[in-house]
Nanobody
Framework: QVQLVESGGGSVQAGGSLRLSCAASGYTGPRYCMAWFRQVPGKEREAVAAIFTDGSTRYADSMKGRFTISKDNAQSSLYLQMNSLKPDDTAMYYC??????????????????????WGQGTQVTVSS
């Protein structure tokens, strides 16, 4: 059973930075693709960034150049470095993971992928 636990959220002023972490357990890291999503109450969940088994990455257009996704396969950890944060980045951020054909399909349908395993989320609040 895959378990994902996010951390690193918090409150920051606009222009600041945060680094989110996702600790994964119950699986072998390199075979899984992983991603970050975010959601604001009352709005649809939004894909932020993903990293695939070949190391390739995808970003939502509004995050390109500001966010960086990375993965430590040895420690089965996923990270999201967020710079130049804006109030519009305020949301609950979720870590997600999956493997196999789900990853292949996710890359093809980006930025509307879906994953089977989810964490509980970590809140990011950016004040102006």
């Amino acid at each position: 059973q895959v378990q994902l636990v996010e951390s690193g959220g918090g409150s920051v002023q606009a222009g600041g930075s945060l680094r989110l972490s996702c600790a994964a357990s119950g699986y072998t890291g390199p075979r899984y693709c992983m991603a970050w999503f975010r959601q604001v109450p009352g709005k649809e969940r939004e894909a932020v960034a993903a990293i695939f088994t070949d190391g390739s990455t995808r970003y939502a257009d509004s995050m390109k150049g500001r966010f960086t996704i990375s993965k430590d396969n040895a420690q089965s950890s996923l990270y999201l470095q967020m710079n130049s944060l804006k109030p519009d980045d305020t949301a609950m951020y979720y870590c997600a993971a999956d493997k196999g054909l789900v990853c292949t399909f996710a890359a093809r349908v980006w930025p509307k992928p879906n994953f089977g395993y989810w964490g509980q989320g970590t809140q990011v609040t950016v004040s102006s």
